[in-house]
């Protein structure tokens, strides 16, 4: 916690003598009229590195992550942005997960579109699957109508009517070991 506040040559403090602000709290109003120096006071915390405040300092000294400013800079760069969140606290690790969380947000709407394009193109392959198996289907059923009226319809009087029942019945068969031979004529 700053327990003083020491301004010298900067803006509207001298730079022949300090002005001291002091005894603070852990927390501090600073108001006054226009010009009496808030703002560079609320600079000044806001950036105690900064070259500007060389003569200026704070006891003890702080790290800056341990001083909060809420002025009108905080407000431009935690307020004037292109979302509002509805609920928040005002403080420099929120802007931080706000900004993770848009950042997650994004690469999880990359991923499920990249989730979509490999749905569309297992629907399409699956699609493209089943027109070929009914080709194929339509294909036996084919070469299964010219022995319907020979003397091997027979063979077929279970398939008459189920394309896919005939289809898994030959796929279910073994092929013969030696090549038929033709009765001579």
Known sequence: ??????????????????????????????????????????????????????????????????????????????????????????NQGNIEAEAAIREDEQSLEETRLESQAVADERQKLFSQQTKEDNQYKDLLWDIKKEYNQDSLNYCFESFHTNKAKLKNK?????LPSVAPVQAAS
């Open 1 to 90: 916690m700053i327990d003083l506040v020491s301004l010298k040559g900067v803006t509207s403090y001298p730079s022949g003598a300090s002005v001291t602000l002091g005894p603070l709290t852990r927390v501090n109003l600073i108001y006054g009229l226009n010009g009496s120096g808030k703002s560079t006071i609320a600079n000044y915390l806001q950036e105690l590195t900064h070259g500007h405040y060389r003569h200026c300092q704070v006891n003890p000294a702080v790290s800056q992550d341990q001083v909060f400013v809420y002025n009108q800079a905080f407000v431009e760069k935690n307020f004037h942005s292109e979302t509002q969140p509805g609920i928040f606290t005002l």
């Open 170 to 174: 030959l796929e279910s068969m073994s």
